[in-house]
C-alpha cells in the first residue's frame, strides 16, 4: 500500500471511544485504537465494519475532538478509518 500522506507520521497505541455520527446525528459508539497520528490526521483500526458514516468524534483522556472520515478500508481482518481534524460543528 502507498502511503499518501503529505505529513510524517508518529506510531501510537491508544484506546479511544469513537461516537460516530451521518448526516449531525449520532449512529452509534465504538472502541477503537489509534494507531498513528500525524499533522493531517490520524488513523483509527475497529474491530468490526464501519458503518455507513461521516464523522467521528474521540474522547479520551477528557479530550473532545471531530474528525471527518477521508477514508475506510479493511486490511488482513482489521478494519481502518482515515481520519481528518474537523472544524465544523
Keep these: 500500500m502507498v ?3 503529505s505529513h510524517p507520521r508518529f ?4 484506546e479511544v471511544e ?3 455520527f451521518r ?4 449512529h452509534s459508539i465504538q472502541k477503537a485504537q489509534v494507531t498513528d497520528i500525524s499533522e ?4 483509527l483500526r475497529f474491530e468490526s465494519p464501519l458503518p455507513r458514516v461521516d464523522r467521528v468524534v474521540l474522547r479520551t483522556a477528557g479530550v473532545v475532538l ?3 472520515i477521508r477514508r475506510a478500508f479493511e486490511r488482513d ?7 481528518q481534524l474537523s472544524t465544523e460543528e
Design 23 to 26: 448526516a449531525h446525528r449520532r
Design 77 to 83: 481482518g482489521a478494519y481502518f478509518a482515515g481520519l
Design 11 to 14: 506510531p501510537c497505541s491508544r
Design 18 to 20: 469513537a461516537e460516530l
Design 66 to 68: 471531530s474528525y471527518k
Design 40 to 43: 493531517g490526521g490520524l488513523l
Design 3 to 5: 502511503d499518501k500522506r
